[in-house]
């Protein structure tokens, strides 16, 4: 039990165990919007009638006294910016040339502006793969040695909208390198799939994360790449937006320094929301540890985690976890939930990976 809850709250290199892993961000964010038990969503492709393929999909969840907006971008490493309003009637405002232009400052808008409650931003800003042959769970890099990490900013993605399914409210963005010299992503993919809810509900796939129609969730899956090694380890670097000077008071987090900054502001959809001025803090997520079971097996990985707005859906968390949460955080705020990971389940049974209670 204390392992995997040392790593619901390693931000680092943390090696969870291959069952679960839960990582939590909050922001202070306001009560009073939170809790909606429906929303009325909507899932939408704002088109770019001006040029090249640029995936913008927005999301909007209308409760009676509140709005969500979720506007995830292809446009640069994928990047999602959630919004919250104190009003049913907030609208996303997309100004094309603007966005896609060196300055893309209010190239994205939600309005009225003075109806905005709370905002903030998660961009997927690179792969990791590490090597950990020889590695031990108690090594001090316990994932071993890092290969060079593929950035998503030299992605290319699939076109959103072949993607999208009102049915299930869900939307996939499906990428792999642009340059691929050595063919590692010849037959694979890595998939973000975003599935927003309109009530409360637990879905019938593991790991089965209790959602309310203040989250969304994502599934990250790498699917049939070439590991480097025999023995591959996977992360994701997820870089988010620091309030003030401060990033999220988490262990082993980082403030990105201004040599890596240029690189996090090639998206354009944050720059283009929330300007230049911005402190960003970036974690790894890790999935995964050497002890194996492993992405080696049958090149197939996925993992779960919620997005939303407020404290997350305390049902199906272990008491402890709660009182960590209870005890480091307070407030409600932008949420990220990792649940669970899910292994070489192409052919197994699920049964196995259910998640904790
Ligand atoms: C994306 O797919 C949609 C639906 O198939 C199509 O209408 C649209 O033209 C495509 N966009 C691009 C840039 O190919
Ligand atoms: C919506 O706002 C009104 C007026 O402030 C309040 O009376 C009502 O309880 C709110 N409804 C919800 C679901 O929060
Ligand atoms: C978009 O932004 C450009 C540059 O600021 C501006 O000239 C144009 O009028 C804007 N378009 C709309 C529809 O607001
Ligand atoms: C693992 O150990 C073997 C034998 O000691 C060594 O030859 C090899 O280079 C090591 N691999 C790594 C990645 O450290
Ligand atoms: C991709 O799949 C094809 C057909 O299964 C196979 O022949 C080829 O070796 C694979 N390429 C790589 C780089 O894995
Ligand atoms: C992977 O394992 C095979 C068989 O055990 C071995 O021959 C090969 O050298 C290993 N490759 C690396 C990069 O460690
Ligand atoms: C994530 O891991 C990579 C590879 O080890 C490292 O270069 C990078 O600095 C890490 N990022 C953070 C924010 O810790």
Same mark, same amino acid.
Request: with cysteine; proline share 8%.
């Given at each position: 039990?204390? @392992?995997?809850?040392?790593?619901? #709250? $390693? ?12 990582? %939590?961000?909050?922001?202070? =964010? ?18 770019? #009638? %001006? ?54 400052? @209010? ?49 290319? #993605? ?8 009102? =049915? ?113 803090? =970036? ?39 709660? $009182? ?11 949420? %990220?939930? @990792? ?19």
């Amino acid at each position: 039990m204390r @392992g995997s809850v040392e790593c619901t #709250w $390693g931000w680092g290199h943390c090696a969870p165990s291959p069952l679960l892993l839960w990582t %939590l961000l909050l922001f202070a =964010a306001p009560f009073g919007l939170l809790g909606e038990k429906t929303r009325q969503v909507s899932l939408e492709v704002i088109p770019n #009638w %001006l040029g090249p393929l640029q995936n913008l999909l927005h999301i909007r969840a209308v409760g009676t006294n509140s709005t969500l907006h979720y506007v995830w971008s292809s446009l640069g490493p994928l990047a999602v910016v959630m919004v919250a309003t104190n009003t049913p009637h907030s609208t996303l405002s997309v100004n094309w040339s603007l966005l896609l232009s060196p300055e893309p400052d @209010g190239g994205l808008m939600v309005l009225p502006k003075d109806s905005i409650q709370f905002s903030s931003a998660l961009v997927f800003t690179r792969l990791l793969e590490f090597d950990s042959t020889n590695v031990s769970d108690t090594a001090a890099k316990p994932l071993g040695r890092p290969y060079p990490p593929y950035s998503l900013a030299d992605f290319s #993605w699939n076109n959103i909208t072949d993607s999208l399914d009102p =049915a299930t409210l869900s939307a996939t963005f499906q990428g792999h390198p642009m340059n691929d010299p050595t063919r590692t992503f010849a037959n694979g993919s890595l998939a973000f799939r975003v599935q927003a809810f309109s009530r409360s509900s637990r879905p019938a796939q593991p790991p089965r994360l209790l959602h309310t129609a203040d989250t969304c969730q994502l599934e990250v899956a790498l699917i049939g790449a070439s590991p480097r090694g025999n023995r591959s380890l996977f992360g994701l670097e997820v870089a988010t937006l620091g309030q003030g000077p401060d990033c999220p008071s988490m262990q082993e987090q980082h403030s990105i320094d201004d040599e890596y900054a240029p690189a996090v502001f090639q998206s354009p959809i944050v720059r283009a929301f929330f300007g230049s001025q911005n402190n960003f803090c =970036a974690f790894n997520l890790t999935f995964g540890a050497s002890t194996g079971p492993g992405y080696w097996d049958q090149h197939y990985l996925s993992w779960s985690m919620l997005l939303g707005v407020g404290f997350p859906p305390v049902d199906g968390l272990s008491p402890l976890v709660l $009182g960590i949460m209870a005890v480091a955080l307070g407030a409600p705020g932008l949420m %990220l939930l @990792g649940g669970g990971l899910v292994l070489l389940l192409h052919h197994k049974k699920y049964s196995e990976y259910q998640s904790i209670n």
